[in-house]
């Protein structure tokens, strides 16, 4: 019983802040007691719900509860103090009884509170680098770089080891502090190229190097870069970053050129809560390369896992994260695991939630648990909860604007969900459909103003239309492409 | 079930986009921007070359640009982006200015979805129109469209019918 009463948020059942006196919380408590009483006939709700707001003004209504409460509130890391703020947003607050089935969405914008301060924590970082026959010439050449670059920004409290890979993995600089940049740079420049592709290999020794000096106080990541397919080893590399992940150890992998497997590079990056990109050109590897080691530079908490409670009748069918970058999100056991938050970029997620028929009356469908570790302070470990609470009307809602976040976030979600359809269509052979839904992709794009990102939508449409099957190259552009349309608006055609 | 006016697919209540086609269901399709009588409209054009900026140069960013709707006394301040657009919000086609206009009457006004924008080089804060329906005009000037022209503090910008003041200035130099 103890544990339930924890778990209630007094504030957010009277819908009240923190900081309410006890003039509004006592307003809030008539009103909604008006509402849940069970003898009110307006409206037809469960009788826990009066139950709940009754306890709640039990304690906030007593100074000497309140205190204790808040008190509570705060060594649990929620309340005010929390380190980490979120915004929710839907896409209605009112739901038809009438239907039978019908579908909402939450936008969840996550970011660290403001005022909530943190340090920079020292990386532990291991660069693996595909060193096979197929990457001499400008992609090594680029690659070092690169490195030398990481190496000229890294603090020298921060940790660098440096992996080749092609047929087997060799350790060029042990993990160890930034102390002697000159000969580190001079290791890397002598790499050079030869042999196959075994990623496996690559990620097994770069992990092993960052074991010796995992810690929680430290941000611990791998960075992959390849440019090949590796074969036979899929399944291992998975597991690998699986087992990677649930020790907070985060890969990112980059592919560069057209002929790597996108679809296992973003696994791996998805089940470390790491992200993966695709280098088009070698001389893209400088900046990309850059954009990571100094984001991994802001990481403000870790390990973040949202955990849906449904109530019932109700089902997140997709979730999706829109920010830093559009992806699909997997939700396992009621969970998902979004990696790390990083100080100067917010994370957004958008629910799609479908609902079954409910009676008129106020119903919580959904509870938001958010689960964080602060590393910035201590890897303090948060928590902090919200319910969804919609109300369900006998007729037609009255309309109400949908919020412009959410639709800018979903429109662009749409694209990319038509995207990842149209492969699907052509692995199952349906070649017309499939140049059919990348045609209609184009026209999205364009009225976006993403005439480039369109172009190669039609360009492909129409290889696929002659031969049966997409390039390596267009499948990417395309790929990565509307998976960046969330970041940075770029229009470049007006009406 | 609510079905695409487009391809004709059938959607669950509370659907906001097509799955198959990318359309948002809600109004099926955009509002269009009608051109306005051209009597209505100022006929001077603005010289592109005289406006120039030679002194665009410095290196200090400008001052923070506000934007005040002259018919509603609506005053907007403007993120500090590089390109910053105006126009019309329209989310079934994804155009989502940062000053969206529909509030100050802009359709009425022949204010297109992608009407003008604003960019900052260097100090200074360049105006373009970039072919909108009913043009921009830069104190009663109109100006010739993907040519950008200086703004400066006090200017009055009017799109289609609509008429905004540009406030560049630091808030705490007005006291």
């Not at chain 1, 670059?149 to 660098?160: F, G, M």
């Not at chain 2, 290196?59 to 934007?67: C, F, G, Q, S, V």
């Amino acid at each position: 019983m103890n544990a339930q009463v924890e778990d209630k948020d007094y504030y957010a059942i009277l819908g009240v802040p923190q900081s309410a006196t006890e003039e509004e919380i006592k307003q809030a408590y008539r009103t909604l007691a008006r509402r849940y009483h069970p003898d009110s006939r307006t409206e037809n709700v469960p009788t826990t719900l009066f139950h709940e707001v009754q306890a709640a003004y039990a304690v906030l209504s007593d100074p000497a509860r309140r205190r204790a409460y808040d008190r509570r509130l705060a060594k649990m890391g929620i309340g005010e103090q929390a380190a980490i703020a979120w915004d929710i947003q839907l896409s209605q607050t009112q739901l038809s009884a009438q239907y039978e089935s019908q579908v909402f969405y939450v936008l969840v914008e996550i970011r660290p509170a403001a005022g909530s301060k943190g340090e920079r924590l020292p990386l532990n970082l291991c660069l693996v680098i595909d060193n096979s026959t197929s990457m001499q010439g400008a992609r090594l050449e680029h690659v070092k770089r690169a490195a030398h670059q990481i190496i000229d920004e890294l603090d020298d409290s921060d940790i660098l080891g440096v992996v080749t890979f092609n047929d087997r993995a060799e350790v060029v600089i042990p993990a160890r502090p930034l102390t002697n940049r000159i000969h580190t740079k001079a290791k890397i420049s002598s790499i050079i190229a030869n042999g196959g592709t075994e990623i496996l290999r690559g990620l097994q020794a770069g992990l092993a190097e960052i074991e010796k000096h995992r810690s929680p106080q430290v941000v611990n990541h791998l960075i992959l870069l390849t440019d090949g397919q590796t074969y036979g080893d899929e399944e291992d590399c998975l597991a690998v970053a699986r087992l990677a992940g649930s020790q907070r150890i985060g890969i990112s992998a980059m592919g560069i050129g057209e002929d790597w497997n996108d679809e296992l590079l973003d696994q791996i990056a998805n089940q470390s809560g790491g992200v993966s990109a695709y280098i088009a050109s070698p001389g893209q590897v400088r900046t990309l390369l850059q954009q990571r080691v100094r984001g991994l530079g802001t990481v403000f908490a870790q390990g973040l896992e949202l955990t849906l409670h449904c109530s019932e009748g109700v089902q997140v069918e997709n979730a999706f994260r829109a920010l830093p970058h559009l992806e699909r999100l997997t939700v396992t056991n009621g969970t998902i695991s979004l990696g790390a938050l990083q100080t100067d970029a917010p994370l957004s997620l958008m629910l799609e939630v479908g609902v079954a028929q409910k009676p008129p009356g106020e119903h919580r469908l959904l509870r938001l648990e958010l689960n964080a570790e602060i590393s910035a302070q201590g890897n303090r470990r948060e928590r902090i909860w919200r319910d969804i609470v919609l109300s369900f009307v006998p007729g037609e809602p009255t309309p109400q604007p949908v919020p412009a976040a959410i639709l800018g976030t979903l429109s662009k979600i749409t694209i990319y969900r038509m995207q990842e359809h149209a492969w699907e269509s052509l692995e199952r052979g349906k070649v017309k459909e499939a140049t059919r839904q990348l045609e209609r992709i184009a026209t999205r794009l364009f009225d976006l103003g993403e005439s480039q990102l369109a172009r190669s939508a039609m360009l492909e449409a129409g290889r696929i239309a002659r031969s049966g099957i997409s390039t390596p190259k267009g499948r990417k552009e395309l790929k990565y492409g509307t998976r960046s349309l969330t970041i940075a608006p770029r229009r470049k055609s007006y009406d | 079930m609510i079905e695409c006016p487009s391809c004709g697919r059938k959607h669950r209540p509370g659907t906001l986009f097509c799955s198959e086609c990318g359309v948002y269901l809600p109004t099926g399709g955009p509002l269009r921007t009608e051109p306005l009588p051209e009597e209505e409209l100022p006929i001077s054009r603005a010289n592109p070359w005289a406006s120039e900026p030679a002194q665009g140069r410095g290196e200090t960013p400008p001052a923070p640009l506000r934007i005040e709707v002259v018919s509603t006394g609506r005053i907007i301040q403007l993120p500090s982006t590089p390109e910053i657009h105006i126009g019309r919000l329209d989310a079934a086609h994804g155009i989502f200015p940062d000053l969206d206009l529909t509030s100050d009457g802009g359709l009425e006004s022949g204010v297109s979805r992608h009407h003008c924008k604003i960019h900052q080089r260097g100090s200074t804060y360049l105006v373009e129109d970039v072919g909108s329906a009913n043009g921009t005009f830069l104190n009663g000037q109109r100006l010739t469209p993907y040519l950008p022209h200086v703004l400066k503090n006090g200017d009055e910008l009017q799109l289609g019918h609509i008429l905004l003041k540009v406030i560049i200035e630091n808030p705490s130099d007005a006291q």
